[in-house]
């Protein structure tokens, strides 16, 4: 029987060669935040998905809340990654990059000097995080986003945005999920604003949909995509009564915009709790653009879930990290190599390029 998922498809003016779609990885390897040639042969060797999505990049000096990750937003970012999207257009490959501003989920210690820990509320996230100069460190209180910071975020995005087309990058992906930026204003455990960015549906999508606009005017909607994460649980974000509801609403402002792609996170494989069935199939019926899936696929419920057109894509995460050749194997049935967890975020080639 044939196979849904290595079939051709169109998504907006691109041509891609599967419907395999690689998930954004955190890795860490971005040595002073700058993409490298470690970096460059890491996406090349997975040329064969039909679109990468790159690792969570940050737009802003103030989204670097990671050791190691890459950002977007100077010269020397624009040539790091230049020398990424080449190798893997060489190869044969399309790539996307995932903006992504950590917000709260940050460290001074992580971040370059005069960069500041932003939120929309001074509301700290539970936990500690890694940092390499000062070892594991309990995340601080953020300081409340004025209107001006607002203001200058949503501009970040759309800069960044505009350098990765001169980096050569086929499009953007909006990081809307996890309890980052974007997600923080969605939810109501990181957003206590009473102002026009808080409290109502409408007030709390406002952040994502004016950062979304910013970014279609930037580069065109037939580039930018946005991930979401309805009923996520990452970096303690808390579903609410309305998140049907939100989540509807949101849908509705980027089908105004004419957005390329919404890409929806599914951690219930991985013990999450469960997205609402109900939520993603109303998303799936009233998103006009194209709808990646996510969570834990095989070949055969991908090829379900296309065939019933639950979607139009799949992504797949973690196999991709000790499966460079991942797409060869799912079309031969070959057996996966296990990653290796203890090198997830670690720097060097070790458990990132020797697989």
């Not at 670097?64 to 970012?77: C, D, K, S, V």
């Not at 190869?91 to 000097?113: D, E, K, Y």
């Not at 000062?134 to 409340?144: A, I, K, N, S, W």
């Amino acid at each position: 029987m044939s196979s849904t998922l290595f079939t051709p498809t169109q998504l907006g003016a691109l041509s891609l060669k599967n419907r395999v779609i690689m998930a954004p990885l955190t890795r860490s390897r971005a040595t002073g935040n700058l993409p490298n040639a470690l970096m460059e042969q890491y996406y090349r060797l997975r040329a064969e998905a039909g679109l990468i999505i790159t690792e969570g990049t940050s737009p802003s000096p103030n989204g670097l809340g990671y050791a190691r990750i890459p950002g977007l937003f100077n010269e020397e970012q624009v040539q790091g990654w230049r020398r990424v999207t080449d190798g893997v257009h060489q190869a044969g490959g399309r790539i996307f990059v995932q903006l992504m501003h950590t917000g709260r989920v940050s460290h001074p210690a992580n971040m370059p000097v005069g960069a500041s820990v932003l939120a929309p509320s001074a509301v700290a996230v539970p936990g500690e995080m890694w940092t390499d100069a000062l070892g594991t460190q309990p995340h601080p209180v953020p300081r409340e986003m004025s209107e001006t910071d607002i203001a200058q975020s949503i501009a970040e995005y759309a800069t960044s945005a505009k350098l990765a087309m001169l980096a050569g990058f086929d499009g953007v992906e909006l990081h809307g999920a996890n309890g980052y930026l974007i997600d923080q204003f969605l939810n109501t455990a990181s957003n206590q604003r009473n102002d026009r960015w808080g409290g109502s549906v409408e007030n709390r999508i406002r952040f994502a949909v004016e950062v979304a606009k910013a970014t279609v005017a930037a580069i065109g909607a037939d580039r930018v995509g946005m991930r979401i994460s309805p009923y996520g649980v990452c970096n303690a974000q808390v579903p609410d009564a309305e998140m049907n509801t939100l989540y509807l609403r949101l849908i509705d402002e980027l089908n105004a915009l004419g957005l390329l792609y919404i890409h929806i996170v599914d951690h219930s494989a991985m013990g999450a709790p469960q997205v609402s069935p109900e939520l993603k199939a109303a998303i799936r019926a009233t998103f006009k653009g194209k709808y990646i899936l996510s969570g834990g696929y095989d070949v055969a419920r991908a090829d379900a879930d296309l065939v019933a057109q639950r979607g139009d894509l799949v992504a797949f995460g973690r196999p991709f990290i000790s499966n460079p050749d991942l797409v060869s194997k799912l079309r031969s049935g070959q057996e996966l190599v296990a990653p290796d967890f203890a090198t997830f975020y670690t720097s060097g080639e070790k458990g990132y390029t020797d697989y």
